[in-house]
């Protein structure tokens, strides 16, 4: 029998770096009631310049690791599911493995935008299932005030930093990942995009000039598809696991836009107190925005093990998704890992990693960059 993939292990990070809507109201022409009225957004974390998206995956990730009471040397697999990478290559992945100590796993990087993470789970979910790994650390984080033209107000209010990680683990028991369902439709790939950079336009004078290293994004037509995948995803993925909408207890949503939400909650005949909505604190933070808002309702006591759960997405691409969970604890209850002494060990295995490739480098002539 396949074994089942659960979620043993949580974890969030987010800068301490508040913006208000009245201090982007100094920056640009909009103001605190605007952007409250159209996004439900309030504040969002920036990330400081010596944060990333793989130092705030790795807080997050320590964090996950510390509630499954799991080694990160125990770990099969690390899918980092972002859009802003810490460089195009090497993957934001294999950045944090080396900050883990994680020395017995693959690592890569998962692009789906803001559907990223149900992505993640998917694909980490199918590999638990079938039967090729055990353990498997799925992370959502994103910097994308890296990449935000804070002179455009149609996109500068809405994004915001942060990282969220899940341990998935194989057991026999039933529960954890029951279904998913992964949709795209390259036809909007315009619709929000990051135009430069990639190999289609590489940075040049000219695409840093017109701020094509920006995002860019027709904000109506995202507002109109993603009203309309929501709840038919929430929905196709509850019949995926031959189940009913009143199955499930909770539903955390992708946090865009509060109007976004409420219409999905609308067309699903569900009331808004059965979706988590963060949306106000921290604005968009893509990827990262499910698995932050599900560490602050379990915090909240909101989410238990036993419950149903669905996550539902969307984001460039175009990409949408939902995942219905049967909610897990941790399987180990005791106290297994030490993210101080952790921290440490980490470093200096990191360090004398470097140091035996700089020696090799030296015998045989070769240079190795500093990432
Ligand atoms: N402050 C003040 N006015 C603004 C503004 C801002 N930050 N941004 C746009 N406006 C203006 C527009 O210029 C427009 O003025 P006009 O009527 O004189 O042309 C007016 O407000 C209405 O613009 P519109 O784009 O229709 O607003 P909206 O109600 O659609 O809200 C978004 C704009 C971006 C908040 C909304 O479309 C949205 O949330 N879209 C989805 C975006 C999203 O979720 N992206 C991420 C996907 S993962």
Known sequence: MSPYAHITGWGMAVPEKVLTNDELAEMVDTT?????????????????????????????????????????SELDLIIVSTSSPEHIFPSTACLVQDR?????????????????????????SQAIRSGSVKNVLVIGAETLSRFTNWQDRNTCILFGDGAGAFVLQASETPGGVLSAVLRSDGSGAD??????????????????DKGQHFIHMNGREVFRFATRVMSQTTRETVEAAQLTLDDVDLIIPHQANQRIIESAARSL????????????????????????????????????????VVFVGFGAGLTWGAALIEWSAPFLPEKAIYPFTYRLWVRVRSYLRRLIRHIEGLIWGSKYPDI
């Open 32 to 72: 605190d009631q605007w952007i409250r009225e159209r996004t439900g957004i309030r504040e969002r974390r920036i990330a400081s310049p010596d944060q990333s998206s793989a130092t705030l995956a790795t807080e997050a990730a320590l964090q996950a690791l510390e509630v499954a009471n799991l080694k990160p």
């Open 269 to 308: 005949d569900i009331p808004l107190e059965r979706f988590v909505i963060n949306v106000e604190r921290y604005g968009n933070t893509s990827t990262a925005s499910i698995p932050i808002a599900t560490c602050e309702a379990i915090q909240q006591g909101r989410l238990n093990p036993g419950d149903r």
């Open 191 to 208: 619709l929000l995009t990051l135009p430069a950079g990639g190999s289609r336009l590489p940075a040049s004078h000219d695409t840093v």
């Open 100 to 124: 883990l100590g994680a020395a017995k796993a693959g690592a890569f990087d998962l692009l789906a935008a803001c559907t990223g993470f149900i992505y993640a789970i998917s694909t980490a």
